[in-house]
């Protein structure tokens, strides 16, 4: 069984230490002079620089050779009446080898210019991103309040969206931007009794725009 160590018992009634050169000068040698720290510190912060150079360099390079494409917004219903709209897309990711995540999505729906605008809206979806692997598609819809009184003599309707979009390559690399999506001149008949109206032209692709 192992004892606790104790101290000696002998008495000692006096001591000098006098330190000689040699330990004076081994003590002094084996602390670092402040020209090797700040070497040190030099060396590190061009190194932490080149690094992010080189990240940078890979990056451009890798998003030039991937060449991503925006997603593709194609409307396929837009009703409205005196009091809300609903209107629905369906979204494709173009992108073979990307991920692509989409948030923050601001809805703007006027009657006729860009002046009269009749209802905003913000939107997200439950899990905070749609997210669209490689050619996958995924269906949109949005239902807003129309806070202007809109003219049932007037049938033409944009309507404007605005998304942030994520781009990931490779789980690690990633490129974020601002798209605008615009479907211009949308044609709606109108029921009188009902004061509800719905597109009346056919499903196509809506103009999309990095911004």
Known sequence: M????????A???????????????????SSPSPSKRSLF????????????VFLKVVSFIAWRVLNPTP???????FNISDTNYTTAFTITNPNKKLTLLL???EVLMFQGNRKNMASRDQWMPTDKSLCLNNN???????????????????????????LRTKLLAWNWLTKREFVMVCCRDLSVRF??????????????????QVV
């Open 2 to 9: 192992s004892h606790p160590h104790s101290c000696s018992t």
């Open 71 to 77: 997603p593709v917004f194609k409307l396929n219903s």
């Open 191 to 208: 029921l009188s009794e009902k004061k509800t109206g719905n597109y009346s032209g056919e499903k196509g692709k809506c103009s999309v």
């Open 103 to 105: 948030d923050n999505f």
């Open 41 to 52: 510190v030099r060396r590190l912060i061009r190194t932490l620089v080149l690094l992010f």
């Open 11 to 29: 008495s000692i009634t006096s001591f000098n230490i006098t330190p000689s050169s040699s330990s004076s000068s081994s003590s002094s040698s």
């Open 136 to 162: 996958a598609m995924v269906f949109f819809s949005v239902k807003g309040r129309v806070f202007k009184k809109i003219s049932f003599l007037g049938n033409t309707f944009n309507v404007q969206v605005s």
